[in-house]
């Protein structure tokens, strides 16, 4: 019974879901999301127009499904929000389903987003990708670590540079900067607590290096 009622609720929800997709028919939206994947595209330097074509029509269409199943979850949460017949507990429990839902069907959708890059492009290339989909956030913060943190050991390097990737998989399927950075930041916050038990004071350590930042930057510009 609890088996149907869950199939039924899917299915509502595929149906709401795809009510909202017309809205990403329209021309200036694709082309909105032609523009980013090309952007991305340009930087494989894939030397070949056939593959940059299919690429980016790849991620274009990753771009649009991601923004369909978000954009329907949350007129859907909005909706329900605004409903003063339902009580806090009942709202609260209507959401998170709605959020489990859309979360199962992101998690599909990157799996099968991940397949179809695997069809044009190499390992590395596809990291490129995802990094382009995140901002370089991956390398820029690895690398920050490593400037305020000179003594990091090979252990502590690795760690931070695997809590970084994971973050990547999840921030690669967020419908919006702010949401892509809040990924990092619950990894960031997962490293810093990590380097605290290993032994590192991280507010003196930060502290210290905006000093040798500044300092650069000063010497730099000859003042």
């Not at 690429?55 to 003063?84: H, M, P």
């Not at 009580?87 to 799996?111: C, F, M, Q, W, Y």
């Not at 492009?121 to 390398?139: F, H, N, P, R």
């Not at 809040?182 to 905006?210: P, Q």
């Amino acid at each position: 019974m609890k088996s149907i009622k869950k199939t039924g609720m899917l299915m509502m929800l595929l149906v709401f879901f795809n009510s909202i997709a017309q809205q990403h028919l329209d021309p200036v939206y694709i082309n909105i999301t032609n523009e980013r994947a090309a952007k991305i595209v340009a930087k494989l330097e894939l030397a070949n127009p056939a593959k940059e074509k299919a690429v980016t029509d790849i991620i274009a269409q990753q771009f649009r499904d991601l923004s369909q199943i978000q954009d329907g979850r949350d007129a859907e949460i909005k909706k329900i929000k605004a409903d003063s017949s339902l009580v806090k507990e009942k709202r609260n429990e209507k959401i998170d389903k709605l959020k489990a839902t859309a979360d199962e069907s992101i998690g599909k959708l990157h799996k099968e987003y991940l397949k179809k890059l695997g069809t044009q492009l190499s390992q590395d290339k596809i990291v490129a990708v995802k990094d382009g989909m995140t901002y370089g956030v991956v390398e820029i913060t690895y690398a920050g670590y490593q400037d305020m943190l000179p003594a990091l050991t090979k252990e502590q390097k690795e760690y931070i540079y695997t809590n970084l990737v994971e973050a990547r998989e999840f921030a690669m399927d967020g419908g919006t900067s702010k949401e892509k950075h809040a990924w990092f930041g619950k990894y960031k916050g997962r490293i810093n607590n990590y380097l605290s038990k290993e032994g590192y004071d991280l507010n003196k350590e930060s502290a210290d290096w905006h000093k040798r930042v500044e300092e650069r930057e000063k010497a730099k510009s000859g003042q």
